[in-house]
């Protein structure tokens, strides 16, 4: 499915002609539902059905629940992601080739693969690999317009980090971690007291199914209306810190395996079941003092005119040529040009990925060969290395982040509810 064209044309039928003025009309494909201006086909249903089929059966353990169940779980996320994209069409967001690539090199290197043994992995599996970029293509826009839109609803003041680092969980620093696993009965805002019985009655059944054996994924999966049901209800590894008030509290008294009781939240009821839990303060950092000269292609340097002066700035580095008058001279970075190409104390995970691996390859006083990144061309030099107690600062960023997150966490499924209220929706199958 091609994501830059989200309105399709309706005609879904194509007319045969039959010898001698006969006229057959064959059916290639059917209309599943209209959503808006777009449409979902029946095709892509089935392509959905079937690889969310895969991913299930994949799971050990875990098994399908009922057809009509899991066709009416896929269908309601297909029409929330053609929702979300065309607000992302509107937004005019794209997902370019560079970051697909991106991604799915992460991809292959969490399974201990390259990238052309991920691709041959999944043909071998029946997989189409071109549909499957499609995919990650399309989570990755996903993700994009959830965080544009749902970030403009969240703000965290100054006094609420203080008061988080007040609290009893920010005096623990850094908590303890839970994996977990989520069910969901929602309520919509305005819920009746009828609705508000009949939902806890739902949530108290289900953890009895629970209870008697039957495997949280598969229930995720028949009975959630969270954004992850399909994914068996996995939530990841969360802090207490990231997760709403009342699940933090529920989920603090539960031991690995253990099953919470149902849940209120203003969203609804909700189970948790703790897969694992790991803890331990971090209380070291590992920081490199770095410093580079950065060249970018512009409108009068071509990349390969880049390629060949940053080249020429290496051999000059390598005659002896300070770095530092270097940089304040060619250098396109003028924020750190104008420092001698100083970029401070850093640390993995405030660069981008070529930037880091050549940074923690290199020996303190040696220059690297010239690299590219997104940015352009670049030389560095490690300065030195040192490790850094966790300070004021860092805390109060992770603080900050911690509170960004569980709100982020409880503004995504308002604005998922809201976003499909207010639109039109005509199931056709």
Same mark, same amino acid.
Do not use: C, W
């Given at each position: 499915m091609a994501l830059s064209k989200l309105r399709r044309p309706l005609l879904t039928l194509l007319l045969l002609t039959a010898p001698m003025a006969s006229v057959q009309a064959e059916v290639l494909d059917r209309i599943a539902a209209v959503v808006n201006e777009d449409i979902v086909l029946e095709s892509e249903l089935e392509q959905r059905l079937e690889l969310v089929r895969q991913q299930i059966a994949a799971r050990e353990g875990t098994?399908? +629940?009922?057809?009509?169940?899991?066709?009416?779980? =896929?269908?309601?996320?297909?029409?929330?992601?053609?929702i979300q994209l065309q607000i992302a069409e509107r937004q005019g967001l794209r997902v370019s080739e560079r970051q697909l690539n991106e991604a799915l090199n992460r991809i292959a290197a969490q399974n201990n693969m390259t990238l052309a043994q991920f691709r041959d992995a999944l043909v071998a599996e029946g997989q189409d690999y071109a549909q499957?970029?499609?995919?990650?293509?399309?989570?990755?826009?996903?993700?994009? &317009?959830?965080?544009?839109?749902?970030? !403009?609803?969240?703000? &965290?003041?100054? @006094?609420? =980090?203080?008061?988080?680092?007040?609290?009893? #969980?920010?005096?623990?620093q850094v908590q303890a971690e839970y994996r977990l696993r989520n069910i969901l009965f929602a309520l919509p805002e305005n819920a009746t007291p009828d609705m508000i019985r009949k939902a806890e009655a739902k949530a108290a059944d289900a953890r009895q199914q629970l209870e008697q054996g039957q495997p949280f994924s598969e229930l995720a999966i028949a009975v959630s209306n969270a954004p992850n049901a399909l994914q068996g209800g996995e939530l990841g590894w969360r802090r207490e810190s990231e997760l709403p008030e009342a699940l933090a509290n529920a989920i603090r008294r539960l031991s690995p395996g253990e099953i919470s009781q149902p849940i209120r939240t203003p969203g609804g009821f909700h189970l948790l079941l703790v897969e694992d839990k790991r803890g331990g303060k971090v209380q070291l950092?590992?920081?490199?003092?770095?410093?580079?000269? #950065?060249?970018? +292609?512009?409108?009068?340097?071509?990349?390969? @005119?880049?390629? !060949?002066?940053?080249?020429?700035? *290496?051999?000059?580095?390598?005659?002896? %040529?300070p770095f530092d008058d270097l940089a304040r001279r060619y250098s396109d970075d003028a924020a750190s040009g104008s420092q001698g190409g100083d970029l401070g104390w850093t640390q993995n995970g405030q660069m981008v990925p070529e930037f880091e691996q050549v940074m923690n390859s290199t020996a303190k006083g040696q220059v690297s060969e010239p690299f590219e990144s997104r940015f352009g061309w670049?030389?560095?030099? &490690?300065?030195? *290395?040192?490790?850094?107690?966790?300070?004021?600062?860092?805390?109060?960023?992770?603080?900050?982040?911690?509170? !960004? %997150?569980?709100?982020?966490?409880e503004e995504l499924s308002n604005w998922l509810r809201e976003i499909r209220s207010q639109a039109y929706i005509e199931r056709k199958i």
């Open positions: 098994r399908l +629940p009922p057809e009509n169940v899991l066709r009416d779980q =896929v269908m309601d996320r297909l029409i929330l992601e053609s499957a970029r499609e995919q990650i293509r399309r989570e990755i826009l996903l993700t994009q &317009v959830q965080q544009s839109r749902v970030n !403009r609803r969240i703000s &965290v003041s100054d @006094q609420e =980090v203080q008061n988080f680092l007040d609290s009893e #969980l920010g005096q623990q950092v590992e920081q490199t003092k770095v410093r580079h000269i #950065l060249l970018t +292609p512009n409108e009068i340097r071509s990349p390969e @005119q880049t390629r !060949r002066e940053i080249n020429t700035l *290496y051999q000059r580095l390598l005659e002896g %040529q670049h030389i560095l030099q &490690v300065q030195d *290395y040192r490790t850094q107690d966790l300070g004021e600062k860092m805390l109060e960023s992770q603080a900050r982040s911690s509170i !960004r %997150q569980r709100k982020f966490t």
